[in-house]
């Protein structure tokens, strides 16, 4: 991942004390369905699956179906599988033999979604099967407080990323991931580095460089029905009927950030399946002048999503930075002609060189190529030269 070169990384090892029969028995429980998990998603997506996304998709469900596992888990299952897949990819291209990966060992992943680190306690929670029941464990430090361990788990530059869970001869063992940021990044090692740019609109929610597309169209069915019932409540005028006006919009509103979060995820999910350093999204500032007609977002709508975006890119160890909008949709990506009449609604098509493309696909690839081309770096040092497409990434000159 591109994103390895910014930080400095570190492994906490240390033994597990379980507190009870029934705790040790959960996660034996969990341990196992996990392996099961990862089998049923190598037997999936073998052959046909080469990211994480694309492993996710063929194989989320069935493990949830088929495990006991809740969907954090099964999604970190779906990832193990994809860096499994990868490596064997790997191998074949340089002639070696690589065969279908297995999981047979006792070992399970966790990440900061499903494994909570408290430092003063010396004690970590475990989520195990389903999503929400958790178990506490011991951590057994060494006596000595001079022990490395210490180092990580009370050092406020080192935050906790993720980590691993082993079970051997009997006993617990968890190897906790570490990270801090360089603060020598080395532009050498990074100037390979690579965007995702992203594009929000109307009738898709979002689109991204790499031809990712979120329709609204459901969302915006479902923002005109609530808009339809409650012009109807506010004819009938009745006190139970504003009663229910209030009960709707806050339904609508729970409704729409459920959509955003799950949006947001993908982009963020997007950028980490093309090994991108970072997100680049459109400066929203005069969002009201740029899509006067807009339905489904309000401006509120795109704020919560972009704050969503930021959220959870750094939670990743991505940056997001934003764009001035200006001819980012009205720019032909393959020749750089830019012309008002060049968009047509969802339809692009190029008054000079004639290449034809979705608008909005056409903008996303624009906005990172725009911030590659206008000079913008990232902050804190690193640095970006290339933009993620569907397939490979292309450097702008
Ligand atoms: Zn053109």
Not at 80 to 88: F, P, Q
Request: glycine fraction near 6%; aromatic fraction near 8%.
């Amino acid at each position: 991942m591109a994103s390895d070169d910014e930080y400095h990384r570190r492994t906490l090892i240390t033994r597990l004390e379980l507190r009870s029969a029934e705790d040790e028995q959960l996660l034996l429980n969990t341990i196992d369905e996990w392996r099961d998990s990862c089998n049923i998603g190598s037997d999936l997506a073998w052959e046909t699956c080469h990211t994480k996304s694309d492993v996710r998709n063929h194989a989320k469900e069935t493990i949830k179906q088929q495990t006991g596992l809740g969907d954090q888990h099964a999604t970190l299952a779906c990832h193990e599988v994809a860096g499994a897949i990868k490596s064997c990819i790997e191998r074949r291209k340089q002639d070696k033999k690589a065969s279908q990966p297995q999981f047979t060992s006792r070992s399970m992943t966790f990440d900061r979604r499903t494994l909570t680190v408290f430092p003063d306690q010396e004690k970590i929670t475990l989520t195990t099967l389903g999503d929400h029941s958790r178990v506490h464990a011991d951590l057994a430090l060494p006596e000595n407080p001079d022990g490395y361990q210490y180092d990580y788990l009370t050092d406020d530059e080192w935050a906790y990323t993720e980590s691993t869970l082993h079970y051997r001869n009997g006993e617990w063992f968890i190897h906790l991931g570490y990270r801090t940021p360089r603060d020598d990044a080395d532009e050498s090692t990074t100037q390979h580095g690579a965007v995702l740019g992203v594009d929000f609109g109307v009738n898709q929610i979002a689109v991204t460089s790499t031809a990712q597309f979120f329709d609204a169209g459901e969302l915006n069915h479902y923002r005109r029905e609530c808009k339809r019932v409650r012009g109807e409540l506010q004819e009938t005028g009745t006190q139970s009927a504003h009663r229910t006006i209030d009960q709707l919009s806050g339904r609508e509103q729970r409704y729409v950030k459920h959509i955003l979060h799950s949006v947001a995820n993908g982009i963020v999910e997007e950028a980490l399946d093309h090994d991108c350093a970072g997100i680049i999204l459109e400066d929203l500032s005069d969002i009201r002048d740029n899509l006067p007609f807009a339905q489904w977002h309000s401006e509120w709508a795109f704020r919560k999503l972009k704050d969503f975006v930021e959220y959870k890119a750094e939670y990743e160890g991505l940056f997001v930075d934003t764009l001035d909008p200006r001819n980012t949709s009205k720019r032909c990506n393959e020749c750089g002609f830019v012309h008002d009449e060049n968009r047509h609604s969802e339809a692009f098509e190029c008054r000079r060189c004639g290449k034809q493309n979705h608008a909005d696909y056409n903008a996303a690839k624009n906005v990172a190529e725009l911030y590659l081309l206008r000079g913008h770096q990232p902050p804190r040092g690193r640095s970006v030269s290339q933009y993620a497409l569907k397939s490979g990434s292309r450097t702008p000159t």
